[in-house]
């Protein structure tokens, strides 16, 4: 199988799922898989009017670039996107995507699953809180369960 190059994109602007789904599978007789993950923001029960995500543009994409290619180390993969957003994003809009393809389901699954832990751990991304009632609200801390969920993979 040949190696393949992620796909690494931060941006502002939306995405697509079907259409990033379609550009990793399209002429690939190979992938018998595609699982996805998107992350979305949540109101967290009408509190929220917005989640505002900062990153550092070179320190983000080449810490993505890094987790993806350890992602392709492990699992043989026949495609993976991974799409980040940042901006002011609104509950129930798309905040990140991955996207995993392989010959099989339990490589693309656990892909995703690996990718997702170690996004939410060492990508440089900053959450700021927008409040419904119109003021500013903390910065998102990074939480216990996520760094538990990352520590799994190390001793895969």
């Known amino acids: 199988m040949a190696r393949i190059t992620p796909g690494i994109r931060i941006q502002k602007a939306d995405f697509d799922v079907a259409a990033e789904i379609a550009n990793l599978t399209k ?5 018998g898989a595609v699982v996805t993950f998107t ?3 949540r109101d967290e029960g009408g509190r ?3 989640l505002e995500l900062e990153h550092y543009p070179g320190m983000a994409g080449a810490e993505i670039r890094r987790i993806a290619e ?11 996107v991974t799409i980040h957003r940042h901006g002011k994003i609104a509950p129930g809009e798309n905040i990140v995507l991955v996207v995993a393809t392989s010959a099989h389901r ?4 656990e892909a995703a699953n690996f990718l997702m832990d170690f996004l939410k751990t060492r990508a440089p991304f900053w959450k700021k809180e927008h ?9 998102v801390e990074a939480k216990d369960v996520d760094d538990a969920a ?3 993979w190390k001793r895969k």
Request: net charge negative; glycine share 18%; with cysteine.
């Open 39 to 41: 992350g979305l923001c």
């Open 106 to 109: 339990q490589a693309a699954f």
């Open 131 to 139: 409040l419904a009632g119109g003021g500013e609200g903390e910065w």
């Open 150 to 152: 990352a520590e799994r």
């Open 70 to 80: 350890e992602a392709i180390a492990r699992w043989p993969l026949t495609g993976l």
């Open 48 to 50: 929220l009017a917005a």
């Open 27 to 31: 002429g690939r007789a190979d992938t």
